[in-house]
């Protein structure tokens, strides 16, 4: 793509066929834990495989045979536990989630344990601290998921909820910005132009529309609130986009034949961490190691990389859609078959639970 086109999408950029189905997989159309899957009926990805091993190899000399490599397969939801194990004593903070139908938050070590949006209408979820940590940001889908979805705050105990978005379309993907004053989120109230970014102050006064020609889905606030992070539709497929809130300009980051997604900046600033299915056996080269899921989804696994779009580095191959942070920038808490926390280089999982959950956890989650 050009350097205009990845500035201005929309000069030559097609809404995917299967973005409604791509971005459902954080509105509630997949579950992650094994047993909630919920299935996607005809939304399956439509990803252009690899050129194949043969093709890539046509030029080789027929007297020099390269030998061929035997594909290691994996099966989805399988822990991947290497280093030294992390202790729940080095960390701390606050952990707020959701179980795609109640939004709850924990201290790290499972205590202190609050529902803060319970509603049985439907479901809330995919929630974002405030700085200050008083508040919470989710997305309110009590009307059904996709069905006039809103964004709402909340108080941390659970005792204030506000909605801030109040329109009949579909609004999601809320982050709160550092310096806690203004809320973005994105919405499809534009449906000529797809899914686009939206800012409101954390009082719900003052909507304005981001001034960018970009698809903008689940955006994430850089540290210095100046720039935004965000997964943009190309074609059928999904890559990893930072925009200069600025001067609207939009650099793409990633570039793989499957879909990059959520991403979530780190606390310096410095690295983006996001979710890629460049790993699935399905859009894998042939000859690469890779991972097969059990079921119609594809497999997710976190990755890491520069601001600047350099240093792109494989944290887990283990399963996970969704991360977040720790405060201190040294560990990324990921959701997959289970909310586990591991450190950037991908050592030391550690599960994290709550007494009042039974189960495994999952969810969005955000940690301060």
């Known amino acids: 793509m050009s350097e205009g086109g990845r500035k201005h999408l929309g000069a ?4 995917p066929r299967d973005a409604r189905c791509i971005s459902g997989m954080r509105r509630l159309a997949v579950f992650l834990i094994p047993g909630l899957l919920i299935a996607l009926g005809g939304c399956a990805s439509a990803v252009v495989p690899p050129s194949s091993a043969a093709s890539q190899r ?11 490599r035997t594909r290691v397969e994996h099966l989805d939801y399988e822990s991947v536990v290497t280093g030294t194990p992390i202790e729940i004593g080095e960390l701390s903070g606050r952990i707020v989630t959701d179980d795609f139908e109640d939004v709850f938050a924990f201290n790290v070590d499972g205590s202190d344990f609050v529902r803060i949006a319970d509603n049985p209408a439907g479901p809330e979820f995919d929630p974002s601290w405030s700085p200050d940590g008083k508040w919470v940001v989710y ?17 941390a105990d659970g005792t204030k909820r506000r909605n801030l978005s109040r329109n009949p ?49 689940y955006p994430s606030w850089s540290p210095d609130g100046k720039k935004l992070a965000f997964m943009g ?19 793409q980051l990633t570039d793989s034949p499957g879909h990059d997604a959520w991403p979530a900046w780190s606390p310096d600033g410095s690295t983006i961490a996001f979710s890629s299915v460049r790993d699935d056996c399905r859009v894998a080269p042939s000859d690469a190691e890779c991972w097969r899921t059990s079921d119609i989804g594809e497999h997710f696994d976190v990755w890491t990389i520069g601001a600047d779009g350099t240093d792109l580095k494989l944290v887990t191959p283990e399963f996970g859609q ?36 039974p189960r495994a956890l999952g969810g969005i989650p955000d940690w301060r």
């Open 139 to 155: 997305r309110d889908s009590t009307r059904g998921t996709n069905e006039n979805d809103e964004i709402f705050i909340a108080s």
């Open 233 to 251: 539709a190309l074609g059928s497929n999904y890559e990893v986009f930072v925009l200069d809130l600025e001067t609207s300009v939009v650099k």
């Open 322 to 357: 969704f991360m977040a942070w720790s405060p201190d920038g040294k560990y990324l808490l990921i959701s997959g078959a289970a909310l586990y926390v591991v450190r950037v280089d991908g050592t030391g999982r550690l599960e994290i639970r709550t007494p009042e959950v």
């Open 12 to 15: 030559e950029w097609e809404p």
């Open 169 to 217: 379309a579909n609004d999601w993907g809320p982050d709160w910005s550092p310096d806690g004053g203004t809320i973005v989120f994105n919405s499809d109230r534009d449906q000529e132009s797809g899914l686009r970014g939206y800012l409101v102050d954390a009082d719900g006064s003052h909507l304005r529309r981001i001034d960018a020609d970009a698809w903008i889905e």
């Open 58 to 68: 046509s030029t080789i000399s027929p007297s020099a045979p390269v030998p061929a």
